[in-house]
């Protein structure tokens, strides 16, 4: 960039369209006039810095400013994190969010240091194949669903970009995370901007329901929103396997400490979500890991405790509060909340019009502008949800009614993919910092699918950043430990041992 700024004829252009900008807002708005001057300043400041620098201040950015689009505090109160979130995720005025804007700049920025030679970012560690190709395939599936639904079969094309945005977001995330991140000695700055993520989310959360909401006598059904399930997930798993692959008391205490404070989080967000992918990450990773010292003496708790489970069930079952509140949680995705009534849920209307729908064509489904069909009548939630039709809670199902198994397969292709890899890589690990980020990244892709069968989780920022985030840890990982073959020879300074270069063994 500066070899190109440096041409004489480059450099009077800008300079002169500078110095225009500036004489016209000057004129036109004083206010604002130093805008121009103030832009080309931070402008010359990103193109100078690294790759990893810029791509991990947007990720912090991202994960701990308020979501914006699905609506935190249910609209009744605005943090000090909404107006940053409703830049990045909103940009009013602008067709595309900033969030959009940086990923392309980012990319735009590498290419452009890779063709011209410039020295300023290391080569990148080489994704394994499999990934690429499911990366590859991701934007083609997308593509074909948009030409078969709206083109062929007469879709809106207004409401089919928000049905892909996310997903098409994603490879472009991947390529810009696999730039930044330098292997597995980089997991421990992702899981700090995680775990402080979390705990500013959290702490929000809880001053919101407790300092604004209660005392104005006012109920609502989550704090900040329904995606920060999968961060709140994440973040705890950087802390829990980060102890568990290397049982020190400093791990100990910080893994409580921040275990509370998300905890505190999770609850007054109220979502049943949350707790069922935290437990199934803590099941896969208990059934992948090792029988290490920590494994056993907590399996000695377990089947100690186990004579007990049914008894806790069948009390928790019957009077679900207190102590026995996960059973209430854990009844109420069972049974429902209106089937004791006679009444069937909302969402399980919503799943069986999605079965429906999928099943006119099951193999290539109705394309994306499609809405799926209503067999059974929903209550209209027009005035909070427009186009509600178009996207269903279960995005599973929603992905088969509009993509069928050919557009579902190519659309998720990618998680088996990054599963096999994360514990394949895990396996083969030695260091205590790349076992913890290969048990982190599953725990990622567990919470992903979660909240994707039970919350719009396809078109939620959150999960295209954590994904794409874990995607790319389990692949460098892959790469580091042999798991799978790199495709050309690895840097130096990645391929190198950890214990090596740095004491450091945890995420946090």
């Known amino acids: 960039m500066q070899a190109f700024l440096s041409r004489t004829p480059v450099f009077m252009t800008l300079l002169a369209l500078l110095v225009l900008a500036t004489v016209g807002l000057v004129i036109a708005a004083p206010a604002i006039a130093i805008l121009p001057v103030a832009g080309a300043a931070f402008l010359w400041w990103v193109c100078h810095q690294p790759l990893r620098t810029l791509t991990f201040a947007i990720f912090a950015m991202a994960v701990t400013v308020d979501l914006v689009p699905e609506v935190p505090y249910e609209g009744k109160w605005q943090s000090p994190l909404y107006f940053p979130g409703k830049l990045i995720f909103t940009m009013p005025g602008m067709s595309l969010p900033l969030m959009d804007l940086a990923v392309v700049g980012l990319i735009g920025l590498m290419i452009y240091r890779r063709a011209t030679g410039m020295k300023i970012d290391p080569p990148p560690l080489p994704l394994p194949k499999p990934v690429v190709i499911a990366m590859l395939v991701v934007p083609a599936t997308i593509l074909w ?23 098409m977001s994603l490879p472009l995330m991947v390529m810009c995370f696999n730039s930044a991140v330098r292997g597995p000695k980089d997991f421990h700055i992702l899981g700090r901007i995680i775990v402080v993520a979390c705990c500013t989310k959290a702490i929000l959360g809880a001053w919101f329901i407790v300092m604004i909401a209660r005392p104005r006598g006012y109920y609502f059904e989550y704090a900040t929103t329904h995606s920060d399930s999968m961060l709140y997930v994440t973040g705890l798993a950087c802390v829990i396997w980060s102890w568990m692959e290397q049982p020190t008391r400093k791990h100990f205490w910080r893994m409580v400490w921040v275990v509370s404070i998300i905890m505190m989080g999770m609850h007054y967000n109220d979502r049943r979500l949350g707790y069922a992918s935290f437990q199934l990450s803590l099941i896969f990773g208990y059934f992948i890991s090792p029988w290490s010292g920590m494994k056993r003496k907590l399996t000695r708790v377990a089947l100690l405790l186990l004579p007990l489970f ?30 004791a009534k006679g009444q069937m849920d909302y969402r399980d209307i919503e ?12 193999i290539l489904g109705s394309g994306w502008g499609h809405p799926f069909d209503e067999v059974i009548k929903l209550p209209d939630i027009s005035h909070a949800f427009a186009d509600y039709l178009y996207h269903p809670h279960n995005s599973v199902l929603g992905l088969l009614a509009f993509g069928g198994v050919v557009g579902f397969s190519g659309l998720w292709m990618w998680i088996p993919i990054a599963v096999f890899l994360a514990v394949r890589a895990y396996h083969r690990a030695h260091e205590p910092l790349q076992r913890a980020g290969g048990l982190v990244a599953l725990s990622v892709f567990v919470a992903y699918t979660q909240q994707c069968f039970g919350d719009m989780g396809s078109i939620s920022w959150l999960g295209a950043l954590l994904a794409a985030m874990a995607i790319t840890c389990a692949s460098q990982l892959s790469v580091v430990t042999n798991a799978w073959p790199a495709s050309q020879p690895r840097r130096n300074e990645v391929s190198e041992p950890e214990n090596s270069r740095s004491p450091v063994g945890n995420l946090v």
């Open 145 to 167: 669903m948009q030409v078969w639904g709206i083109y062929i079969n007469g879709g809106e094309a207004r409401v089919a970009r928000w049905q892909w945005h996310q997903m």
């Open 310 to 339: 049914p008894f806790y069930v069948a009390v928790g079952w019957a009077n679900p509060s207190g102590i026995f509140a996960p059973v209430g949680i854990f009844k109420s995705m069972l049974v429902g909340e209106n089937l």
């Open 351 to 362: 799943n069986l019009d999605d079965v429906h729908t999928w099943n006119r064509n099951p």
